[in-house]
């Protein structure tokens, strides 16, 4: 018995010899025997007990075994926070193409505008040009046909009184002949001119009506879109009330200091340097700048400061620029996340990117972020 436990028989010491009464010395070691055996039967209790509660851990002698994974130190709060941020993000995205796209209509439609006001003009003057050229042929066409026989050179051999006067007579006819054909030739060209022009006012016309009802039909999206984006960033911010002080301090963190950054050429060593610089600044919708930022317009306007212009939502940018294959980044190439693009940011090398998160948050340096889809490269 050890500890008010009896030993099973199946636990005791091997080679042990069967108690003998008639041997004094057998009943004097009895109770140490009994000790012994029960103490070690009581270590491997605990050792199959401790061994089925702790859990496998990687070692160099049993690497098949995964690690235990390290506790993430964000929050759930966090977390949650981010996840809400990123659906807002999604929308502010739509929202910000959709903006984009009925700037490009309005465009459009006023190019078709003018377009159109142009050939309404050349028709008009076409048309004007078609009716002193038709009267200059009807005159034309009423001289030969009252002078009949005398505008010909058969007429003028006839009834010349000399050699002379036929060869005068000559010359004036193939004159009026000249003029004839260049008056004709002057109102086809008229009449030509003004069908044409009235095409291209019409084609105009139909382009600019479409590109109106399209431009309305954008507005009233935009308008329902921008109500979802608020609705969404209303959510965000009372997420917000719930961050710890830790939370805060970790939106706060702007990353690792990469150091000096050099990227392979100029314009892409200015964009780089610009919007390392920026770091801290704050995240906001919708914002380019210089103050804080959203994610597209942190590149937008750090390119600008390399005197590149490039759209501006991470959509249209994700379009712009040279498609660069993941092994072949270099510093100053955009990188894009989500399909459809959602979020962009600027490569900086060594896996990392500068980029304006979302809201909370602020420009920071970061490792490329899951959902990667692609890069561009500007510069």
């Known amino acids: ?11 005791r010491l091997p080679g042990r010899r069967p108690e003998s009464k008639g041997d004094p010395r057998d009943v004097q070691s009895h109770p140490v025997k009994r000790v012994v055996s029960g103490a070690l039967a009581a270590c491997a209790v605990i050792a199959v007990v401790t061994f089925a509660q702790t859990p496998a851990t990687a070692s160099p002698t049993n690497p098949a075994v995964p690690a235990p994974q390290q506790p993430q130190s964000t929050s759930e709060a966090l977390e949650k926070y981010r996840e809400l941020a990123t659906k807002a993000q999604k929308l502010n995205e739509e929202y910000l193409s959709a903006k984009q796209e009925l700037a490009d209509k309005k465009k459009e439609l006023e190019k078709y505008d003018k377009t159109l006001e142009k050939a309404k003009k050349a028709e008009k003057g076409a048309r004007k040009d078609e009716e002193v050229f038709r009267k200059e042929v ?61 095409d ?95 994610c597209s317009g942190l590149t937008q306007w750090a390119y600008a ?49 500068v980029h304006a998160p979302t809201t909370g948050d602020v420009v920071k340096v970061a490792p490329i972020q899951a959902e990667y889809s692609g890069a561009r490269r500007v510069a």
Do not use: C
Not at 1 to 11: D, K, L, N, Q
Not at 202 to 219: C, G, H, P, S
């Open 138 to 198: 009807d005159r034309f066409a009423g001289a030969s046909f009252t002078s009949g026989a005398q505008l010909s050179k058969l007429s003028a051999l006839l009834t010349g009184d000399s050699p002379q006067h036929f060869l005068d007579r000559s010359s004036a006819i193939d004159l009026l002949a000249t003029d004839k054909n260049r008056a004709l030739q002057a109102l086809r060209g008229a009449v030509d001119k003004a069908e044409e022009s009235r």
């Open 305 to 353: 400061q390399a005197g590149i212009s490039i759209p501006r939502n991470s959509g249209a940018q994700s379009g712009f620029g040279t498609p660069i294959p993941r092994s072949q980044l270099q510093p100053g190439d955009l990188v894009f996340f989500g399909s459809p693009v959602y979020h962009v940011g600027m490569y900086i090398g060594g896996g990392n990117m």
């Open 1 to 11: 018995m050890f500890f008010g436990m009896t030993v099973p028989a199946s636990w």
């Open 200 to 294: 291209k006012a019409a084609e105009a016309r139909q382009k600019a009506k479409e590109a109106k009802d399209k431009a309305a039909k954008i507005a009233a999206d935009l308008k329902d879109r921008k109500e979802k984006l608020d609705e969404q960033i209303e959510e965000v911010k009372a997420q917000a009330g719930l961050l710890s002080d830790a939370d805060k301090a970790q939106q706060q963190d702007t990353g690792p200091d990469p150091g000096k950054v050099t990227a392979p050429g100029a314009a892409a060593q200015v964009a780089v340097d610009a919007a390392l610089s920026q770091r801290g600044k704050p995240y906001a919708w919708g914002a380019t700048g210089p103050n804080s930022y959203d």
